[in-house]
């Protein structure tokens, strides 16, 4: 079946950085966009970051991280990444990376599998 381990998050200082890694397994990771997503305490499930499938790599980001975070997908380890800089206080949430099937890749009923999340805490 479909898995897809998040790992790497973590607490760290405002101003720092961390790299999230998600690993995929039972599915031709090639062939599938990914994405990351976040979600806070009391709050919805938020679009972080989307990579293209290995045809084609774009990339998108909301304006909240733009500029500081970058995602990556190394296709022969089956990864998918996250460099998260200058973090903030705001960016603290549980982070989940999501295999995309079909829609708005900001949109989170776009995403058919996901992760079990990792935790991200940024400290002020």
């Known amino acids: 079946q479909v898995q897809l381990v998040e790992s790497g998050g973590g607490l760290v200082q405002a101003g720092g950085s961390l790299r999230l890694s998600c690993a995929a397994s039972g599915l031709t990771f090639s062939n599938y966009a990914m994405g990351w997503f976040r979600q806070a305490p009391g709050k919805e499930r938020e679009f972080v970051a989307h990579i293209g499938g290995a045809w084609s790599a774009y990339t998108y980001y909301p304006d909240s991280v733009k500029g500081r975070f970058t995602i990556s997908r190394d296709n022969a380890k089956n990864t998918v990444l996250l460099q998260m800089n200058s973090l903030k206080p705001e960016d603290t949430a549980v982070y989940f990376c999501?295999?995309?099937?079909?829609?708005?890749?900001?949109?989170?009923?776009?995403?058919?599998?996901w992760g079990q999340g990792t935790q991200v805490t940024v400290s002020s």
């Open positions: 999501a295999a995309h099937s079909s829609g708005p890749y900001y949109v989170k009923s776009s995403y058919g599998y």
